[in-house]
DNA sequence: ACCTGAACACCGTTCAAGT
DNA sequence: ACCTGAACACCGTTCAAGT
């Protein structure tokens, strides 16, 4: 079960996606195909479940960011974020790159989509609850900073860019969500916000 | 070979992705599976040539937006932009949706990389034109406007969203990039901006 | 010269036969 | 009860045989 995740991963890091089959992936594991199809009913589950793994991995770490930066000024839950989702996304980037052609690849709406929900739900939390402003439509601001993170995270690795431009970028990114969130953003009345 | 390409799409939108087959193709064009392997050397040859040809008309549109906004202020540049993405994107979104997925199931990185560096080198050639302001880093700037319009694009099409939220999604878009192009942007000394 | 489509290698998936 | 792997349907690609 554990061995035919390693093994996927392992037969996706060293072949390829293309080569990526469920003959290869059983063999690896040291069980029969037969029994790969006992613990999922076909290649697209296996890649699902293994996509999950990691997924959850990600999300765990965002949600944890988005709850500690509960009660700061926007502009420093933003910076937390972006910071926690490029660390996230830059560490092992050969695994991450490899999975993320393998979802774009397997057509995964329902996986894309629960992920989608549930950054966009921490995001909005977090965004409702900023010292220093308010937002007159929270899901579409989440939307916006949402949609720029992983815009730029995606541009950066279809260019397989560099360290350094990728931190680049990730300055760019933080300017850009910031000056955005300022724009929209309305400056609440009382409790002046807190430095960060 | 018109006719195959007409027959690809035909067969995409009519079967979906997973039945695009070879035989598939032929068929529905008429011609033998030998045949349409004198005009392309495989199946992947076949796709890149449909995606180019939709590539490039997207392509088109765009350098000429940027063309036609050549000495505008910033601000009115980025409206132009986007305004034409969007509308080019918007425009038969089931083929536009359809092709799109296609390109992400192929993995067609000589084809990305065309496409994104001819919009990178339009939208510097505009940018570095800007009547109101200058930036230190065009590429840098250049690459987050794009970064941001394709992944806000992709976000709407991945939760295919409605028209009433994509219209939203556009004005925000725009919001976004406008502030951003000021928070990096220097006033230039002499002339002042044109008006829209 | 150009087209055809059976044939080949390889894929995902199944299920009768083994233990 | 659980595992195995030959067998099946279907894919992309080729090339001897037809015109």
Same mark, same amino acid.
């Given at each position: 079960?554990?061995?035919?995740?390693?093994?996927?991963? &392992?037969? +996706? =890091? %060293?072949?390829?996606?293309?080569?990526? !089959?469920?003959?290869?992936?059983?063999?690896? /594991?040291?069980?029969? *195909?037969?029994?790969?199809?006992?613990?999922?009913?076909?290649?697209?589950?296996?890649?699902?479940?293994?996509?999950?793994?990691?997924?959850?991995?990600?999300?765990?770490?965002?949600?944890?960011?988005?709850?500690?930066?509960?009660?700061?000024?926007?502009?420093?839950?933003? &910076?937390? +974020? =972006? %910071?926690?989702?490029?660390?996230?996304? !830059?560490?092992?980037?050969?695994?991450?790159? /490899?999975?993320?052609? *393998?979802?774009?690849?397997?057509?995964?709406?329902?996986?894309?989509?629960?992920?989608?929900?549930?950054?966009?739900?921490?995001?909005?939390?977090?965004?409702?609850?900023?010292?220093?402003?308010?937002?007159?439509?929270?899901?579409?601001?989440?939307?916006?900073?949402?949609?720029?993170?992983?815009?730029?995270?995606?541009?950066?690795?279809?260019?397989?860019?560099?360290?350094?431009?990728?931190?680049?970028?990730?300055?760019?990114?933080?300017?850009?969500?910031?000056?955005?969130?300022?724009?929209?953003?309305?400056?609440?009345?009382?409790?002046?916000?807190?430095?960060?």
């Amino acid at each position: 079960m554990d061995a035919i995740f390693e093994a996927t991963i &392992q037969v +996706l =890091l %060293a072949e390829g996606a293309s080569r990526l !089959t469920t003959t290869r992936v059983s063999e690896r /594991a040291g069980v029969s *195909v037969g029994t790969m199809y006992q613990y999922f009913p076909n290649k697209r589950a296996l890649l699902f479940a293994v996509l999950s793994r990691h997924t959850d991995e990600v999300l765990d770490k965002i949600e944890g960011a988005c709850r500690a930066s509960a009660g700061l000024a926007a502009a420093d839950m933003v &910076q937390n +974020l =972006l %910071a926690t989702y490029i660390e996230v996304k !830059t560490s092992d980037p050969e695994t991450s790159i /490899a999975l993320y052609r *393998v979802a774009t690849e397997l057509d995964v709406p329902e996986l894309m989509g629960k992920v989608g929900a549930r950054i966009t739900e921490a995001i909005e939390a977090m965004l409702a609850g900023a010292a220093d402003m308010e937002f007159e439509d929270v899901p579409l601001v989440t939307n916006m900073v949402r949609a720029a993170m992983t815009g730029v995270t995606r541009t950066v690795f279809e260019q397989n860019a560099s360290h350094a431009l990728i931190r680049k970028l990730h300055m760019e990114l933080l300017v850009m969500c910031q000056s955005y969130v300022q724009a929209v953003g309305v400056a609440r009345k009382g409790r002046p916000a807190r430095a960060a």
